[in-house]
């Protein structure tokens, strides 16, 4: 089952390594869902991989009473989410979403589509299918911004897409 932990933003790879190194048992998974972006330097755009969920590290656990005595190890904030006290792992609608959208690899790669309206239509990429939840979208940063729920919260995550074009 995949738990979700929050993490000091700007940190979630380090503690992410240090889970991998200190905490992980055989069998376990910790990872950082990235997500692919353009992003322009000296006038060239250039995909890099950039954190698609900030604050959060997720792991993939079926012990979690035992992980989570194993997490004091990290000499770093880490919170296990869950609703009233007790941890909860991520419901299946999510992690079939969040596994739709990076797969296995936990990337999410970029998306292709184009404006009709003002309202973007994904021909290919992850976000294909998923138009209802994009709140908004930049064509000059390729960016949109889609709201989708992870621990039964609206959490909004910016993903790389290319507008080719503006039909009217």
Not at 63 to 73: A, G, H, S, V, Y
Not at 100 to 117: D, F, T
Not at 140 to 148: D, F, T, V
Request: aromatic letters at 8%; hydrophobic letters at 40%; charged letters at 25%.
């Amino acid at each position: 089952m995949w738990y979700v932990m929050q993490v000091q933003p700007r940190h979630e790879y380090e503690i992410a390594g240090w889970c991998r190194e200190f905490v992980a048992q055989p069998g376990e998974e910790i990872f950082v869902i990235q997500g692919a972006r353009f992003y322009q330097h000296n006038g060239v755009w250039e995909r890099r991989l950039s954190i698609a969920f900030h604050g959060y590290v997720f792991a993939d656990t079926e012990e979690i009473t035992d992980f989570k005595q194993r997490l004091r190890k990290i000499p770093a904030m880490t919170k296990l989410l869950g609703t009233g006290g007790a941890v909860v792992p991520v419901n299946e609608e999510e992690k079939e979403l969040l596994l739709r959208l990076g797969g296995e690899e936990h990337v999410i790669e970029l998306s292709k589509g184009y404006r009709k309206n003002d309202r973007l239509i994904v021909t290919e990429g992850p976000m294909m299918g998923l138009e209802g939840l994009v709140k908004w979208s930049d064509r000059h940063k390729r960016i949109a911004c889609l709201e989708i729920m992870i621990m039964g919260q609206p959490t909004e995550v910016r993903l790389g897409v290319e507008i080719l074009r503006q039909v009217t």
